[in-house]
């Protein structure tokens, strides 16, 4: 898969309930980035992989098999699409970067306290306790994260892409 389009960057997707699968392909195609999704053997990656550019890697099942493949392909420079603090803390100590499919780049500077949070939360749980779920996945998220997704892809490539118009404030 390397090597078929012009690029340094590549974009992994945690393809374990991604919403934005999709456009992310889409909007890597127009960037020429290449793009590997990665998750377990119930994983339909037929639909996506005929696609030039779009390649799959199925794992075994297992708690975060998918993720650890993933962070062992990843290089510096590369996305990865992640939903998960995890193998977003992963990723971000490769190098690369993280990106939650509702357009929120994670942070090297804020990785180790959402990754307390989710300690505690998980804690509370398994004392019983009950956290918020996330909101209901919105056509926002999805417009946030092409925005992000184009973004970073422009400034690891040096290709602007389709990028659209910043939002203008109303006055």
């Known amino acids: 898969m390397r090597g078929t389009l012009p690029s340094m960057t590549t974009l992994y997707i945690d ?3 991604c919403p934005v699968t999709r456009q992310a392909i889409s ?3 127009s960037a020429r980035v290449p793009v590997v ?3 377990n053997e119930t994983q339909n990656f037929a639909r996506y992989t005929e696609r030039s550019g779009v390649s799959a890697v199925q794992v ?3 708690r975060d098999a998918a993720d650890f493949a993933m962070v062992e392909m990843l290089r510096a420079g590369d996305v990865v699409v992640t939903h998960d603090t995890g193998l977003a803390a992963m990723a971000l100590g490769r190098g690369a970067h993280a990106l939650s499919p509702r357009g929120r780049m994670w942070l090297a500077s804020t ?3 959402e990754l307390a949070v989710r300690h505690a939360e998980q804690r509370h749980r398994r004392a019983g306790g009950r956290t918020r779920g996330p909101a209901p996945f919105d ?3 999805r417009e ?3 925005l992000a997704l184009r973004r970073v892809l422009a400034e690891m490539t040096g290709r602007p892409g389709r990028t659209p118009a910043p939002d ?3 006055l």
Do not use: M, T, Y
Request: net charge negative.
């Open 15 to 17: 393809a374990d309930a």
């Open 27 to 29: 909007i890597a195609h």
């Open 37 to 39: 999704l990665v998750g």
């Open 60 to 62: 075994a099942s297992g």
């Open 111 to 113: 990785i180790d306290l």
């Open 139 to 141: 056509d926002d998220d």
């Open 144 to 146: 946030r994260f092409a």
């Open 168 to 170: 203008v404030p109303e």
